[in-house]
C-alpha cells in the first residue's frame, strides 16, 4: 500500500478528454504506461473510460503531477482535455493503485449527459464521489482491472 507523503499535501486533479483512436489494445498499452510512470513518480490514481470519455483522477507529488497532466495535454490519444478539479489534499483516494481501471459500469453518466456537458458541470464532491464508489468496488473484490 502506498501512504501519502507524510504530512505533505498531495496534489489531486481530476480532467476529462474526449479519447482518439480507442480500442482494447490502445487501453492495455496506456495503462501498462502508466501503471509503470506512475510508480516511478509516486502517483496513484484511477481512469474511467469508454468510446466517448476518459474520467480520471490522479494523485501525487505537484510537480510530477502537473508534468504528467502537461503529458496528457500534449499526448495524441486525448482530444479536448479539459481540467474538472484540482486541489492540495492530505489523503490519497486511491493509496493502493498506480491506475485503477473501470470500464465505466459504474460511471453514472450516460453517453448523451456526457456529450451534453455534464462533467463540466459536475462539482468536485460529485466527481469524486464517482471515483470513491469504483475504489470500494474494487476494495470489496469486484472485477476492475
Known amino acids: 500500500m502506498r501512504a501519502h507523503l507524510g504530512d505533505i499535501e498531495v496534489k489531486q486533479l481530476i480532467y476529462r478528454s474526449q479519447p482518439f ?3 482494447n489494445s490502445m ?3 496506456l495503462l501498462t504506461q502508466a501503471r509503470r510512470n ?3 513518480d509516486n502517483i ?3 481512469l474511467f473510460c469508454r468510446h466517448d470519455v476518459y474520467l480520471q483522477l490522479i494523485e ?3 510537480a510530477e503531477i502537473d508534468a504528467l497532466y502537461s503529458h496528457i495535454c500534449g499526448d495524441d490519444r486525448h482530444c479536448d482535455v479539459k481540467l474538472l478539479h484540482s486541489e492540495l489534499v492530505h489523503e490519497r483516494i486511491f493509496p493502493e493503485w498506480e491506475m485503477l481501471h473501470d470500464e465505466m ?14 462533467l463540466d458541470r459536475a462539482s468536485p464532491d460529485e466527481l469524486r464521489s464517482a471515483f470513491k464508489r469504483i475504489r470500494d468496488k474494487a476494495r470489496n473484490g469486484a472485477a476492475l482491472s
Open 27 to 29: 487501453l492495455v498499452g
Open 105 to 118: 459500469p459504474t460511471l453514472i453518466w450516460s453517453p448523451p449527459a456526457v456529450a451534453a456537458g455534464v
Open 44 to 46: 496513484t490514481g484511477a
Open 60 to 62: 501525487g507529488p505537484s
Open 21 to 23: 483512436g480507442f480500442d
Open 38 to 40: 506512475n510508480l516511478r
